[in-house]
């Protein structure tokens, strides 16, 4: 997978948890500390985007280890 097409990815699995076909992040988007996500939406994008790469989050806090910059999830999706 390249930086595009997780950049693709991430937007698809936003506007499926947000229900909003018009949301859109940048690679430089902070789902977090832009409030785009609540807790509660943050959780069920993560699930969304394991579920559809096999990629797995830690148990710890994911904002604070940075997993809700889009940037981050880009570097996770193309490793």
């Given at each position: ?9 991430i ?10 076909e ?5 690679i ?17 994008f ?6 559809k ?27």
């Open positions: 997978m390249n930086e595009q097409q997780a950049l693709q990815l937007n698809e699995a936003l506007r499926k948890v947000l229900n909003n018009k949301v859109s992040a940048t430089d988007t902070d789902l977090a500390g832009e409030n785009v996500l609540d807790s509660l939406d943050g959780m069920v993560l699930l969304e985007i394991s579920e790469t096999g990629k797995t989050f830690p148990e710890k806090d994911l904002v604070k280890l940075g997993f809700f910059r889009v940037r981050k999830l880009v570097e996770l999706l193309t490793a």
